[in-house]
Each structure stands twice: as C-alpha cells, then as structure tokens.
C-alpha cells in the first residue's frame, strides 16, 4: 500500500463509511478513547478511503463493511471491529473476547447490521465532520 502513495502507513487506518450513522458514531468513539492516537480515519467517500477501499476489493460507493489497513494487512467485517476494540485499551479492550466466537458467526451478525445500517440508524445529509483537534487524525 505504501508503495501506492495513499497515505503514511505509521498508523493502521479505520476506513469508515463517512455517512453512516453508526460508522460516524463508532468514528468518534475511536477518536475519544484512542488515547494513544494509534489509529488514524478515512470516510470512504474521500480520497484517501476510497482508494484504500478499492486496493482492499471493496466497491467504496457500495461496501457493507469498515476496513483497518495496517501496512500490507488489511482487515475487514468482525475482524476489524476485533482489531479496532483490541487497541482500544481497558475497558474497551474486553470486546476483543468475541474472537472467541467462530469468525462465520461474527460475521454473519456484521454482515446483517452493515446491510441494514442506514435503515437502523440512519444516513447523514453529508459527511462528518471532525473539529479541529480530530481533524489531526484525520486522512
């Protein structure tokens, strides 16, 4: 990926549907409790996240999962929700027990509620937008 140019590859990436309720929520929520400032966000409807959603085999204008790149590895569906909470530190850090549930089952829930995110919890007019301090960790 980095050899692509799309972004620094120093931080794994959240690439994040920038319109979802639900996905902007959870966008926040990794901004506020990654004290670390491991991750960094892409709306897939920017440039940056919709290159990277492209170079995973990922339509960006029809997804029905977020990403976490992490250099070469990409990550996608419960996976990458598992990855995200697992770097998330105490006590978020205690979702990452759902591991242990078979990745077809996971899956299957992350597939349903992806499908039906906007009909769930909603669609946004536009993207989110990140003040000024977020903007920082922003691609």
Known sequence: M???????TSHP???FDGVCVLCTANARFVLKYDRRGHFRLAAMQGPVGAGLMRAAGI???NPETLIVVDGDRILRDSDAA???WRELGWPWKIAAAANCIPRPIRDSVYGFIARNRY?????LDQCWVPTAEQSQRIV
């Open 59 to 61: 339509d960006p204008t």
């Open 82 to 84: 598992i990855a995200i």
């Open 2 to 8: 980095a050899s692509e140019g799309l972004t620094d």
């Open 13 to 15: 990436i959240i690439v």
């Open 119 to 123: 009909r769930i919890f909603g669609r």
